[in-house]
C-alpha cells in the first residue's frame, strides 16, 4: 500500500518459524477493518391482497370488479373495460371515459345500478361511495359520483390515485325525497384505472361544513 509522504506505519510484528523450514509470517496489530454494515433491505411488496383489508364487509352494497361484473356495468360509447387477473388484486381496467362526462342522470362515466334497497334509504341521509382502485399507469386519477337520477347528484369527486391499490372514498348528503327512476354510481378514470371493487353505505349526515 502506498502512504502519502510525511506518514509512516508503525508494524509491531513477531517472527514465527514454522516446522516446515522455518517460514516467516508478520503478524499487524493493527485494527482490522470493520465489515460494512448490511443495508437494510426494502420492504416485500404482498403478493396478494384481500379485499377485506380495505374494510368493505360491512358495505350496505358491494361489487366485485371480475369478469361477472362486467355485465351489470352501464358503459358510454367509447369506454373500454379489460378484465385484469392476478395478484395482488383482480380488477377491470377501465379507460376511455370522456373527461367532460356528466354526473347527472346514470352519469357518463362507466355507471352501476344501485339496490333497490340502497336507493330507499338514502334520502336525508348520506351515501359513501368507495372504491379499491389503482393507476394503470402513472398520472392518473379516478373521479366517483353518486347519482340519484332525479333528485339531484354528488358531482365528480376526483382522487389521484397511486400505483398500489389502495381505498379510495367521497361522502355525499342526499336530498330528502322519493326517487324511482334508479340511483348510480359514475365512475370516471383519467385517463385508466384498474378498479378490483366498489362499495356504498348509506351513513348518517355529515355536520355542516365537515370536509367529504
Known sequence: MVRPSGFATIVL???????CG??????????PASPEAPRPSAPERPATLSLDDFGLGEADFLIIMNDDAVS?????????????????????????????????GRTGGVAIKVPDAVEAAAPGKAVKVSAVARASAAPASLGLAYSTNEM????????????????????????????????????????????????????????PGRAR
Open 152 to 207: 339531484g347528484n354528488s358531482g365528480w369527486t376526483i382522487r389521484t390515485l397511486s400505483d398500489e391499490f389502495a381505498l379510495y372514498e367521497m361522502i355525499w348528503a342526499v336530498p330528502k325525497g322519493e326517487t324511482k327512476a334508479g340511483d348510480f354510481i359514475g365512475l370516471k378514470p383519467a385517463p385508466a384505472a384498474e378498479i378490483a371493487a366498489v362499495a356504498v353505505s348509506v351513513v348518517e349526515r355529515p355536520e
Open 72 to 104: 351489470a356495468l352501464i358503459r358510454p360509447e367509447g369506454s373500454r373495460v379489460v378484465a385484469v387477473d392476478g395478484a395482488p388484486l383482480s380488477a377491470l381496467a377501465i379507460s376511455g371515459v370522456a373527461t367532460d362526462a356528466t354526473s347527472a
Open 13 to 19: 510484528a513477531s517472527i514465527v518459524l514454522t516446522a
Open 22 to 31: 522455518g517460514e516467516e509470517q508478520r503478524v499487524s496489530d493493527s485494527a
